[in-house]
């Protein structure tokens, strides 16, 4: 049985009066069964990871070396230490942002691992890749690329976030998000094995709103999603959590 996760991703918003958000949302979702995540920007980490319970609070990148000469980069363990137990790996905003490869990412989800952090690792395609008809050749070497042999249903989430979908406003259908869904967890099973593969939760991320939530819930092999605008207040959040919470 996979645990349902409601995972938010602040990107580089929030500042310390928006720590207010995890009181409000702790006290809206203290009985709900689902596993609930906020990666917030770095300098609030320690703060937010200080003042949740039932909330788990994680890193948005992590460095491959465990220390070093890496000016303005954060170890796995660093996170760790501030009180993160999930990173996000491999954002498309890193892809882009700073040139991470395929490579870069699988280094660091590896780095995630051997400190104790669950990794999230984010795949997705852009819409010219969509145009193509090359979504799912994309995905497939994302996940090859991207994901250590070291991955389990434990230490790994895998994220699907189309490119064109973040921000936007613009949703896949559901039979799309189904299609690449289905796709991973076939991809997982053949190579983890199908206990492997069957036990790591696949998230859903790319416009998830309050209005679209259950829609996307009822996918197979949704297991739940990453939010970003959505994540940054209770009013907006609280509709998903408790929309995946009822699926
Ligand atoms: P939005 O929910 O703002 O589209 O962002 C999705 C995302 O990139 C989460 O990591």
Redesign the pocket.
Known sequence: MRRKLAAG?WKMNGLAADLDQIDALEAAHSAVDIDILICPPAPLLERMAARASKIAVGGQDCHASVSGAHTGDTAAAMLVDAGASHV?LG?SERRTDHKETNDDVRAKARAAFDAGLIAII?VGETLAEREAANTLDIISGQLAGSIPDAANGTNLVVAY?PVW???TGLVPSTDQIGEVHDYIRAKLEARFGEGVGRSVRLLY????KGSNAADIFAVSNVDGA?????SLTTDAFSPIITALAAS
């Open positions: 991703n996000i954002h984010c976030e979908a973040i921000g991320g790319g416009s998830v990453l939010v970003g605008g959505a």
